[in-house]
């Protein structure tokens, strides 16, 4: 907080603190010299000296009060705005000075958009509404509100600016959003294929040539359509006939299927691996059965497993 103009010229000393250099504020009395701090200064006192900082007598903290009346002095001295210079005129007592530089209009303030641009207060209306690189505007086009600083990344954007037919077809202008339908469905020298393109006819023209060029050779489209159209006759034939055929195979396969299962009915294989040494084993007695894993004789059918004495069983042993 500045200091304002004291109206005797010079404060005088007595109302000086001499540990901040300025006024006193909330005045504390040494008692046994008289002298004194502002109480926010007393305890940088205390830490650093514990001495009086007009006569270095040693101090003790049982020997101060507060000085109410030299507050009252000191708040009542005349004095004019720290900015007479700038031009402000303002002129009162200490006490209504920290009121007065809230909005004296010769202090320097920020601007509160963030621009980072600093002036006196009463310059600051002019500055955001004019200047200031964050002040909002209204786009012209769109009427959305953006900031200045954004405006001509918008403008590059916007729908709603006006931009001329990229195809110079007339000196028509549209809003950008609007264009590419004018391109698809209107610009009369926009490029197009012909409409038969997909029958063979590689020109391309203006919108407005197309017909013309169609109105031009009408026997070449006619013929182009008839080819194409006996093309994927042709087509659509042989497709017949591989899937006739991919029928005729089914039936056939499906025939064979039938047969065999005629032919052989269920059956169960049983693949025994290691034969050799569950032969082995047979015929050394250490395990003279094997069962199969078990199975179902059909899908309601009985679950049964196999059993094998590999060197036969009983009678029919080796
Ligand atoms: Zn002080
Ligand atoms: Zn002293
Ligand atoms: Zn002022
Ligand atoms: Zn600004
Ligand atoms: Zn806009
Ligand atoms: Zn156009
Ligand atoms: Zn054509």
Redesign the pocket.
């Known amino acids: 907080e500045s200091e304002p103009n004291w109206k005797s010229g010079e404060l005088a000393s007595k109302y000086q603190?001499l540990?901040?250099n300025?006024h006193?504020?909330f005045p504390i009395q040494f008692e046994d010299c008289g002298h004194h701090?502002?109480s926010?200064?007393l305890p940088d006192v205390m830490r650093i000296t514990s001495r009086c900082p007009t006569c270095q007598q040693p101090l003790s903290r049982d020997r101060m009060v507060n000085d109410k009346i030299l507050q009252k002095e000191i708040q009542s001295l005349k004095v004019s705005c720290s900015k007479t210079d700038k031009g402000c005129n303002w002129n009162g007592i200490l006490s209504d000075f920290s009121d007065h530089t809230e909005n004296c209009g010769f202090v320097i303030i920020d601007c509160t958009n963030e621009c980072g641009i600093r002036c006196e207060r009463r310059l600051i209306r002019k500055h955001q509404s004019d200047e200031c690189a964050k002040r909002k505007v209204v786009c012209e086009f769109c009427k959305m509100s953006i900031v200045f600083e954004d405006e001509i990344p918008h403008l590059n954007t916007c729908p709603d600016f006006i931009v001329p037919c990229p195809n110079q077809c007339s000196n028509q202008e549209f809003k950008r959003g609007q264009m590419q339908h004018h391109l698809d469905h209107e610009c009369s020298k926009q490029l197009l294929s012909c409409p038969f393109v997909d029958c063979g006819c590689e020109h391309r023209s203006e919108r407005s040539l197309i017909s013309k060029h169609i109105k031009e050779s009408p026997g070449l489209h006619l013929n182009l359509a008839g080819k194409t159209i006996a093309v994927q006759n042709k087509l659509i034939q042989a497709f017949d006939e591989r899937l006739n055929e991919q029928k005729k195979w089914i039936e056939v396969l499906a025939k064979k299927v039938n047969a065999l299962e005629k032919t052989y009915g269920a059956q169960y294989i049983w693949k025994i691996d290691h034969y050799q040494e569950h032969l082995q084993e047979a015929r050394s007695n250490k395990k003279t059965t094997l069962f199969s894993p078990p199975f179902l004789t059909s899908r309601h059918g009985y679950r049964l497993a196999l059993a094998i004495c590999l060197d036969g069983d009983g009678k029919g042993a080796r």
């Open positions: 603190c540990v901040c300025s006193l504020k701090v502002c926010v200064c």
